[in-house]
């Protein structure tokens, strides 16, 4: 998150307009209410009405149907789930007390939610209440539920009590004039944007009327401030800053139906951002990264939503630029927070505040929409390079705390945000990814289910009366097995993902084997009337091969299906963990160069049978154990390695 540009222009000044009030149609009685990327479906003088014109082909299941079995996944959310469990909501709300004029005696808390930061309010107004949200969905835990309505109902009280048609935050004002004046500030739409989402996400999944209230109040002053502003200004402004506010306004015209939300979304179109996207060229070098994703994120939903083509070629050309010439071998993307080179050019881009851990959220929110849109499987394939490489290691599973930057420089180690006085960014949207793992891993469409990701976990597709227990200990174990109940018989199809990474492998129906497979990312469709007991078997064999940078092909990160293998080198202390955004004030252990033959790039690497997932360097200048980057917690690490052909 960077600070904004500073160059002063006079606007005129803000008009608020009063707060909509009208009716909300109600959810209809009976759906599920959904996570708000995906259509709501609403009542409307007895018919069911739905906003998205594009509606997905293929689409999650509400998360309350998931429920995670035992694994690295459920690791991450407990201690996610203990994390959120430790923040009093007395000290979240203290400094919207303050700034609203009303009582509070509570500690403040640090970091990026301290009383002088002008970020506050952020994630304890904002991701906080998403991720409550999200894990009561994943969980039914019904105390972090109860901490989400008290929130609310405190912040309707700030909301009610600032008198100013509408705003809420834990900040003045003031800071919108000096965004309108080109003044020095942080990024205050980027604050009121989570806040609005943290409201819209307690609606949508704990059902609180209230919540739906104060975001759309929200909207209002957003409206009122944003109207008086011509597009020039407006385009300036979104020189500063801008966060995700066209998708959250997206969001809440497809719950409420208000057309005027969405003219209010479209204010936030970055023109000299999509311009170029629209026209497929790559113009996002000296870009802020995380900053940026979100809008391609509204974008997408604003194409869902009213079915402007242009705003789908923004969004899928962006992926595809980002993922194949912007991205490392965990998926992630982003160097010192920016895209700093020109496409493809990643070998100089090696540092401690590689790969920001927002922008694997983020990107992992946007591959959804494009998966929802074409399922295809390699859309799935880098949702799970980011899931087992980079969301998995970056949150202590002893304390919950979050990373920011996961470094790519070899020699260095993870550092993790104290817990009451980092609150980041990236706590926020670490603390809403480990409360939705359940949100990806199945979809379907009316007759088939999207087997995405290979996670013990339970299925409850109530609407077939079909239930699916996987059941695995991936990523140590190569495969997968799928157990159905059904109510009765039920012709479908279950799709099942063949990863990139899987060089042969089978499946098997009943204990039989089949004779059909698919090719490494496409779709094994299995076709028949299933009934329960039905057990398919899928065996993934996983291989080593090098992922070699773009650029520079002496640079070269070993992988083991779908794992990133870090060579793990001495621990280090946990002041150097707790010590900032990135490892500091330390010189990099030295990491060997790697010396191969040339025709077997992997030979160097051996698995070692003692453990499982553990491989030892063969032939080096000295011993290196490696291991999958994900279990690497305290330890120094390397994940490039420079690699010379071995002289014959
Ligand atoms: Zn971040």
């Known amino acids: 998150m960077t600070l904004g540009d500073s160059s002063r222009r006079q606007f005129i000044r803000n008009v608020a307009a009063a707060a909509c009030a009208t009716a909300v149609p109600r959810l209809m009685a009976g759906s599920t209410p959904q996570d708000p990327v995906v259509d709501t479906v609403v009542e409307k003088n007895g018919r069911s009405v739905s906003r998205e014109r594009i509606p997905w082909k293929a689409k999650p299941f509400p998360m309350k149907s998931v429920r995670l079995g035992d ?352 609150l980041w960014c990236c706590t926020g949207t670490g603390s809403e990814e480990y409360a939705k793992l359940t949100d990806t891993i199945y979809f379907h469409d009316n007759d088939s289910l999207f087997v995405n990701l290979y996670i013990a976990s339970d299925l409850d597709w109530a609407e077939k009366g079909v239930r699916v227990r996987q059941e695995t200990r991936f990523p140590e174990q190569p495969g997968t097995t799928l157990t159905i109940t059904a109510k009765n018989p039920t012709s479908m199809t279950i799709n099942l993902r063949i990863p990139y990474w899987a060089e042969g492998g089978s499946v098997k129906l009943n204990g039989t084997p089949l004779e059909t497979f698919s090719s490494p990312s496409s779709l094994l469709s299995l076709n028949r009337v299933w009934k329960s007991g039905d057990k398919i078997e899928l065996n993934l064999p996983m291989n080593l091969h090098v992922d070699p940078m773009p650029d520079d092909s002496t640079v070269q990160a070993m992988m083991y299906g779908p794992l990133v293998l870090a060579g793990r080198f001495e621990p280090v202390t946990r002041e150097q963990q707790y010590a900032d955004y990135e490892p500091k004030n330390s010189t990099p252990t030295k990491v060997p160069d790697i010396v191969v033959d040339a025709d077997e790039p992997t030979s160097w690497v051996k698995s070692d049978p003692s453990q499982p997932l553990t491989f030892q360097a063969i032939g080096q200048s000295q011993p290196v154990t490696m291991i999958p980057l994900y279990q690497i917690i305290h330890d120094r690490y390397a994940v490039y390695w420079k690699v010379n052909k071995k002289s014959v």
């Open 71 to 422: 694994g690295p996944c459920k690791v991450a959310m407990e201690a996610d789930r203990r994390y959120l469990h430790s923040l009093p909501t007395d000290r979240l709300l203290h400094t919207f007390h303050i700034n609203a004029g009303l009582p509070s005696s509570a500690q403040s808390l640090g970091g990026w939610e301290a009383p002088d930061c002008e970020l506050r309010g952020h994630y304890a107004g904002g991701h906080y209440l998403s991720a409550c949200a999200l894990m009561y969905a994943s969980t039914g835990d019904e105390e972090l539920r109860a901490n989400a309505n008290t929130m609310i109902a405190e912040l309707a009280k700030c909301q009610t009590a600032l008198k100013n048609g509408g705003y809420l935050s834990a900040f003045p004002v003031e800071f919108f004039d000096r965004l309108r004046e080109r003044e020095r500030v942080w990024a205050p739409f980027y604050t009121i944007h989570k806040i609005m989402a943290g409201a819209l996400d307690v609606y949508v999944y704990c059902g609180n009327e209230q919540a739906l209230d104060v975001a759309q109040k929200m909207a209002g002053w957003v409206a009122g401030y944003t109207q008086p502003l011509s597009y020039g200004q407006m385009q300036r402004i979104l020189g500063t800053e801008y966060g995700g506010m066209g998708e959250v306004l997206c969001n809440l015209y497809a719950i409420t139906g208000k057309d005027h939300y969405l003219e209010v979304a479209q204010r936030f179109d970055k023109k000299v951002f999509f311009d170029p996207l629209a026209a497929h060229r790559d113009e996002l070098k000296g870009l802020h990264v995380n900053t940026h994703i979100p809008q391609v994120i509204a974008a997408a939903r604003y194409y869902e939503l009213t079915g402007e083509r242009r705003y789908r070629d923004i969004a899928e050309y962006f992926w595809e630029e980002v993922v194949h010439e912007r991205s490392y071998c965990t998926g992630g993307t982003s160097n010192g927070e920016s895209w700093n080179t020109d496409p493809g050019k990643l070998s100089t881009e090696l540092s401690t505040n590689t790969t920001e851990c927002c922008c694997a959220y983020n990107m992992m929110k946007l591959t959804r929409h494009l998966f929802g849109w074409s399922p295809d499987a390699r859309l799935m394939d880098y949702y799970e390079r980011l899931m087992f490489n980079h969301r998995l290691g970056t949150i202590n599973p002893e304390d919950g705390t979050m990373m920011y930057y996961l470094p790519l420089a070899s020699g260095y180690w993870k550092t993790f945000g104290k817990p009451f006085d980092a």
